[in-house]
C-alpha cells in the first residue's frame, strides 16, 4: 500500500511546499482537490498549468494519486445530472492530464428521492463518466460520503454501476461515523475498493466529532489495514487531515509525519 494526503490538511502551503513535505515526510502521493477554492488545482486550468503541476510533482517522484472532483448526482433533473457530468468528464481529462489514476466523485444526497430513485436517475450519467475513465485507465471511484456510507447501500448503487472504470472510495471514518464495522463494510462491499481515506477520530463528552491524530481515536484502523492486505490490496491509502475545515486541529507539519510513522509501524 502507498500513502499520500489531501491538499486539506495544509492550506496554507503552496503547490511547491505540498511537493517537497511530501517527499520529506515519505509519501508516495498527494490529492489534490479539483475546486474553485483551490489555487493549486481548478477544474479547467489552462495546458500550462496542467504541464507545470505535473512537471512539479514528477520532478519529486511523487504521484498525483487522486483529483478529487466535486460532481454529484443526487437529483431528477436532467439539465443539473448533465452539469455534473460535464464537471466529471473535465475533471477525467484533468487526471488525464496529470497521470492521475483515480477521480473522485460523490452520489449525492436528496431528501426528496429515495436513494434507490437516486440511483436509478443517475446511474446513466455515472456510467457514461466511468466509461469514459476507463478508456485512459483512470478509475471514477464514488466516496461513501452523505446516506451512502453503508457497505449494502453501495451495493445497492453498484447494482446499476456496471462500468468497469467504476470503483469504491472507501472513506473509513465516515463508515465509523454512522455506526458500520469495518469488517461488516468490507464484506459487503471490499472488492469494489480501489482507493481509500483515512483519518481517526473520537467523540467528546458532548457527542461531538472530533478529529485527532492517527491512533489516538475510536476508528479501527488496524483491523482496516488488515482487512485491505489480506485482499491483496495495493492501492493508496489518503490521510484527509481536514485542517482547512477545522482550523483548530493540529498543523500539517505534527499531523502529516505523525501518519506516516504510525502506518508505517502497523
Known sequence: MKLSFTNLACPNWNLE???AKAKEYGYDGVELRSHSDNPYLFPNPPLSHRK?????FDGYKLNICCVSAYSQFATSDDKTLEQNKQILIDDIILARDLNAPMVRSFLGENKNLTNEQV????APYLNYCADFADSFGIKVVFETHDVWCGGELMQVAFDQITSKGAAVLWDVAN?????????GFFDAI???CAHVHMKDLYKDENGKTKLCLMGEGEVDIKECIGLLKNAGYGGYITFEWEKRW????EEPEIALPQFVRYMKGL
Do not use: C, M, Q, W
Open 17 to 19: 511546499e505540498i511537493a
Open 52 to 56: 507545470y503541476v505535473k512537471d512539479l
Open 119 to 122: 440511483i436509478e436517475f443517475a
Open 175 to 183: 463508515n465509523h461515523e454512522r455506526g458500520e464495522t469495518v469488517k
Open 190 to 192: 471490499g472488492s469494489k
Open 246 to 249: 477545522h482550523p483548530d486541529i
